[in-house]
């Protein structure tokens, strides 16, 4: 059974749907020898009414000066999770004029989604509302998904199986490796419908795995949690890459050191790379 060290995709109660603080993640964390934890809570209009307005993202843009690398021994990354927005692969913020910070001073005029994130180690890209993609075929979807991985920052892209979505997922896997970016599979996809929808989504996965599996494209491991005590527990999704009989060098956050490394290798720049 694969030892998976590093947790790349978590929720804290910023998220708004999730329950834990940041330290209650990261006590989780090291009581499961979890070497390396990301928080990346959801960065798009689902947290506030009021979403063009920074004050209400502080949490997010602050996290990478205030949080400690290093905390109880886990290493502790910044990100979030953002919504694609758009079918040219538009992820949320870019579209929303700044030119004052938080306390009302002027700035260089700039976008919510680049004042963000800019200090962040990496941002995961995912769909969550599906309404614009109504009427959309297979190659603009995919084209899609393939302009958000171009995006600078991220690095990964979220339960790509879980969207539902009619996409070639050869066509994002070369495109993926191409990047140097990773793929996800996480453990919250396998329980959030109905046990039809989550039977599709777990062959969607399959699917997917066995397509990185074949062209050497490393893919992330992450639970999505929501919660403190789902840190670290990836049980379906070890059944799932024992199944495939998924190489473990792909599994880019096996460790601490090959996740650093595979972050390194996207060219992206954070605070911890």
């Given at each position: 059974?694969?030892?998976?060290?590093?947790?790349?995709?978590?929720h804290?109660l910023?998220s708004?749907?999730?329950?834990?603080t940041?330290k209650?993640?990261v006590?989780?964390?090291k009581?499961?020898?979890i070497?390396l934890?990301?928080?990346t809570?959801h960065?798009s209009e689902?947290?506030w009414?009021?979403?063009t307005?920074?004050?209400n993202?502080?949490?997010?843009a602050?996290s990478?000066t205030?949080?400690?690398k290093e905390w109880m021994?886990v290493?502790l990354l910044?990100?979030?999770?953002?919504?694609?927005?758009?079918l040219?692969g538009?992820?949320f913020?870019?579209?929303?004029?700044?030119d004052?910070?938080?306390?009302g001073?002027p700035?260089?005029?700039?976008n919510?989604?680049e004042?963000?994130?800019?200090k962040?180690?990496?941002?995961?890209?995912?769909?969550?509302?599906?309404a614009f993609?109504?009427?959309?075929g297979?190659?603009?979807?995919t084209?899609?998904y393939?302009?958000?991985?171009q995006?600078?920052?991220?690095?990964?892209?979220?339960?790509?199986?879980?969207?539902?979505?009619?996409?070639d997922?050869r066509a994002i896997v070369?495109?993926?490796?191409?990047l140097?970016k990773l793929?996800?599979?996480?453990?919250h996809?396998?329980?959030f419908?109905?046990?039809a929808?989550d039977?599709i989504?777990?062959?969607?996965?399959?699917e997917?795995l066995?397509?990185?599996a074949?062209k050497?494209?490393?893919v992330?491991i992450?639970t999505?949690?929501?919660?403190s005590?789902?840190?670290?527990?990836f049980e379906k999704t070890?059944?799932l890459?024992?199944?495939?009989?998924f190489?473990e060098?792909?599994?880019a956050?096996?460790n601490?050191?090959s996740?650093?490394?595979a972050l390194k290798?996207s060219?992206?720049?954070?605070r911890?790379?």
């Amino acid at each position: 059974m694969y030892d998976i060290k590093c947790d790349t995709h978590t929720h804290t109660l910023y998220s708004r749907h999730a329950y834990s603080t940041i330290k209650e993640n990261v006590i989780e964390a090291k009581e499961n020898g979890i070497e390396l934890l990301t928080s990346t809570d959801h960065f798009s209009e689902m947290l506030w009414p009021e979403y063009t307005n920074l004050k209400n993202y502080q949490y997010l843009a602050t996290s990478p000066t205030i949080w400690p690398k290093e905390w109880m021994g886990v290493t502790l990354l910044s990100g979030c999770e953002v919504d694609i927005v758009n079918l040219d692969g538009g992820l949320f913020g870019q579209d929303i004029s700044i030119d004052k910070n938080i306390v009302g001073d002027p700035i260089r005029p700039t976008n919510l989604y680049e004042l963000v994130t800019r200090k962040m180690d990496y941002v995961i890209a995912s769909i969550h509302g599906k309404a614009f993609t109504k009427g959309a075929g297979r190659n603009q979807l995919t084209d899609m998904y393939i302009k958000a991985l171009q995006d600078e920052k991220v690095f990964i892209l979220g339960h790509l199986g879980r969207s539902g979505l009619d996409v070639d997922f050869r066509a994002i896997v070369d495109a993926a490796k191409s990047l140097n970016k990773l793929l996800e599979v996480n453990e919250h996809s396998f329980e959030f419908g109905s046990e039809a929808e989550d039977s599709i989504t777990r062959s969607r996965c399959k699917e997917l795995l066995e397509i990185c599996a074949e062209k050497g494209c490393k893919v992330s491991i992450a639970t999505d949690a929501h919660i403190s005590n789902l840190i670290g527990r990836f049980e379906k999704t070890k059944v799932l890459l024992e199944e495939v009989h998924f190489p473990e060098e792909l599994i880019a956050g096996l460790n601490r050191e090959s996740f650093l490394k595979a972050l390194k290798e996207s060219g992206i720049k954070g605070r911890t790379v």
